[in-house]
């Protein structure tokens, strides 16, 4: 075992970056800590623009041949690397579980089980991406899908592996190579990735990984002039800094950001349900993308509503995430746990009401909250908190619940409980979001597209438009034979 080898929750981790088929170690390194109990990890390399040099150089060496693999190849390959992280399933689950405080029985269950599949599903999407030849006055007009190049995605600390390999796979399926920068917050299992697909046979430099702050490796992979896309999950800032970086080329984004995401609860709708969806949106401390955080319930059954939910929130277990029993795990870090208590702090100051929560409590967990009195102008209803944290508003009518949805600057999603079929169809119509869900919360398919509007995101991701994005297409159109007139 050497320096650069961490034993995490009993399974090695190499701390090194991961470039063209070689550990490479940086002079500086920054400490990852475990949400759990705030206990230190280890020592990770800390990359700077020298290493982004290296992992594009390797990324645009490996792209060529990469390219040219006939998807046959490349299918196989990636159905090896879902069959290396099923084998690995349980050391990837414990390891996320330390790194990033997540529970260990979703990871277990749910989220590495995913990352499977994202491997096989855009394998076997790559084997049917077809679009039917057409004919223009007797010529033939042919799509193809041709790869773009090295391609950098950046990812957050909230699903690490979940939403790094859901760019992952399809940017190597469609026969990009790859440079893959995790959050500095739960860097662990994308070493672990790069060592499932090294075993696969994925040939060196088509997948590399390079850890270190966004703020000191960033531009240097944003802005840099051999990269072809640049596909980021994460915070609206930081889409605004990789934006005007990657200005500098116009290179390609994607971006899947932050969302204030509504839960409307119609008087008409099965109450258990509501409460039921509406307690989920603990889930992951909060700390999720699509959480529907602002729950929108029509007057009549507010008191009801709220009773019941409370009931049902007061059953939750906070604590250990690796604890089977567990329902809400910790925060991801100090400083996320410092600005969850100040958006709380700042409403209940401006006049909001707790009616569950509100405090911190030990180490970095803090209370499942809903707060009740708030207007809807406030930081509270207009920003993204990433924790625990929901407000309730009620509404008499349809349009005003439907105005208080969409008044936001974000458009991610929205869920509906309702036992009105039409008012479903008619409300989805008028709401902002990239995806609705009537009566059940985050069923997702990957064939589906997925992205946001307005400040939750530019780009749509998922089935045929996640090739769309990483491919450069090309339409060819043929003469028939012997044809002469150009007219
Ligand atoms: P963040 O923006 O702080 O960081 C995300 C990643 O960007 C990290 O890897 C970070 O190191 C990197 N980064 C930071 N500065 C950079 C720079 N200048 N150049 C390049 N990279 C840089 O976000 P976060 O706090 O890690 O994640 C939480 C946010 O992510 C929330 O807003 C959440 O809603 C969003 N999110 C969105 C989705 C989605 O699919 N829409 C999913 C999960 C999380």
Not at 91 to 108: I, K, M, P, Q
Request: aromatic share 6%; glycine share 8%.
């Amino acid at each position: 075992m050497t320096d650069h080898t961490l034993t995490v929750a009993g399974v090695s981790v190499d701390t090194r970056h991961w470039i063209g088929g070689e550990r490479v170690a940086s002079g500086e390194t920054f400490t990852d800590v475990s949400p759990i109990d705030g206990s230190v990890i280890g020592e990770i390399s800390r990359g700077t623009a020298t290493e982004a040099a290296a992992a594009v150089a390797a990324a645009k060496a490996a792209f060529p041949a990469w390219a040219a693999t006939p998807r046959a190849e490349r299918a196989r390959i990636l159905h090896a690397v879902a069959d290396g992280v099923e084998k690995r399933l349980e050391e990837l689950a414990v390891v996320e579980t330390t790194d990033n405080g997540a529970l260990l029985r979703s990871h277990r269950r749910g989220v590495m089980p995913r990352v499977a599949h994202n491997f096989r599903f855009f394998a076997d999407w790559l084997l049917k991406l077809d679009h039917e030849d057409f004919e223009t006055r007797g010529h033939t007009n042919h799509v193809s899908w041709d790869p773009a190049g090295p391609s950098v995605l950046i990812t957050p600390w909230n699903a690490p592996l979940m939403l790094a390999t859901w760019k992952v796979a399809p940017a190597l399926a469609a026969g990009n190579t790859v440079v893959l920068k995790p959050a500095e917050w739960s860097p662990l299992t994308a070493s672990l990735l790069a060592d499932i697909a090294a075993e696969a046979g994925l040939p060196a430099g088509v997948l590399n990984v390079v850890q270190g702050y966004g703020s000191e490796i960033g531009d240097a992979l944003t802005s840099h002039p051999d990269v072809r896309r640049i596909s980021f999950t994460g915070s609206v800032p930081t889409a605004r800094r990789i934006a005007a970086s990657a200005a500098a080329n116009l290179t390609p984004l994607s971006l899947e950001l932050g969302g204030k995401s509504p839960l409307l609860v119609f008087a008409d709708a099965d109450l258990d349900l509501a409460v039921d969806l509406a307690v989920e949106q603990y889930d992951n401390a909060g700390q999720v993308c699509l959480a529907a955080t602002r729950l929108l319930v029509e007057e009549s059954v507010a008191e009801e509503f709220t009773r019941r939910f409370v009931d049902k929130a007061s059953t939750l277990k906070q604590g250990d995430p690796r604890d089977e029993a567990t329902d809400i795990g910790p925060t991801v870090h100090p400083r996320q746990l410092e600005k969850i208590d100040g958006f709380v702090r700042r409403a209940v100051a401006a006049g909001a009401r707790a009616v569950i929560g509100g405090r911190r409590k030990d180490g970095q967990y803090y209370a499942p909250t809903l707060l009740t009195e708030v207007a809807q102008d406030s930081e509270i209803v207009q920003e993204e908190v990433f924790g625990p944290v929901l407000t309730l508003q009620t509404f008499t009518t349809e349009d005003e619940a439907v105005r208080l949805a969409n008044d936001t600057r974000f458009g991610l999603a929205a869920t509906l409980a309702t036992g009105d079929h039409e008012r479903a169809a008619r409300v989805t119509a008028r709401l902002v979001a990239g995806t609705v869900w009537v009566n059940c919360f985050f069923v997702r398919d990957l064939q589906a597209p997925f992205g946001g509007s307005r400040h939750s995101g530019v780009g749509r991701e998922g089935g045929t438009w996640s090739f769309d994005f990483y491919c450069d297409l090309k339409n060819t159109v043929t003469a028939p034979k012997g044809w002469k007139d150009h007219g």
